[in-house]
């Protein structure tokens, strides 16, 4: 079993944890001057990354705190856990800015 | 109008004479009812409420304290449980929510919401971890710890009161299942 470094409760087994999708997505501030293509693309569509990816988890059995992870998507290795909030150490390949 | 007290049924009653009575070193037994009340705001409110509960909440992470029958438990970095053994909830959250008046938090009433096992002997750990993937041992689980987390397909909040005694916080709904699910567990070591 995976062991994931929650940012509050530290090394936890993989079973405590939820998976919450791409990490970094932000809300548009002005959703109505958005096209509809653009608003699908806020909400649907996501990279597919070979490599580092950040992502959002949930420690929902324990702390059920969301945080980010950059989890190497090849190998499955977390490199790195951080808060929300928080920025990402290296932007992935193909990062939005 | 119906006392509380009266429609307050443990969902555990009828598990313990269902129990194997094989000659297992862990011992299963059902905690008595409690007032529990789930509160989250910031470090200031928590200070008031501990200051009126009269224990005072750990600020580090899964960490509980308590003072006589009555406990605060660390569920989260601005999430608390507090715990009042055989006292009854609602002047327990009369009284809390009355001392936290000027303050920003949330307090949300739960006692009916969980029933509570105590699993306690030499292989406790062993026993929970048939079906929690935690590491257990005194070094990582300390006497003092608590945490949310799983024990089978449950969910649930385990404390280490003493060394060889754990609690065991389970929904209702969740209760008979991790009650059967552990005596047969203690039974296999
Ligand atoms: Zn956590």
Known sequence: ?97 | MLSPAIMRSNALSPMQSSSTTAASTTTLSILPDAAKLVFRGKTEAIEAAGAHFGVKPSLEACRFAAVGGRSVHWLGPDEWLFQAVNEDPIEVFGGMSAALQAQACSLVDVSHRSDGIAVAGPTAALVLNHGCPLDLSLKAFPVGMCTRTVLGKASLLLSRSEEQVFHVDVWRSFAPYVWQFLDEARNLS
């Not at chain 1, 509050?8 to 001057?33: K, L, T, V, W």
């Open chain 1, 1 to 97: 079993m995976l062991l994931i470094n929650c940012p509050y409760c530290g090394s936890r087994p993989e079973a405590e944890f939820a998976n919450g999708g791409q990490a970094h997505i932000a809300r548009p501030a002005d959703p109505m001057s958005l096209t509809d293509d653009e608003w699908a693309a806020y909400l649907y569509m996501r990279d597919n990354i070979k490599g580092l990816h950040h992502e959002r988890w949930r420690h929902a059995n324990g702390c059920g705190r969301f945080f980010n992870a950059s989890r190497d998507t090849t190998t499955d290795v977390i490199k790195r856990t951080y808060r929300m909030g928080e920025r990402p150490e290296a932007e992935h390949q193909g990062a939005k800015p």
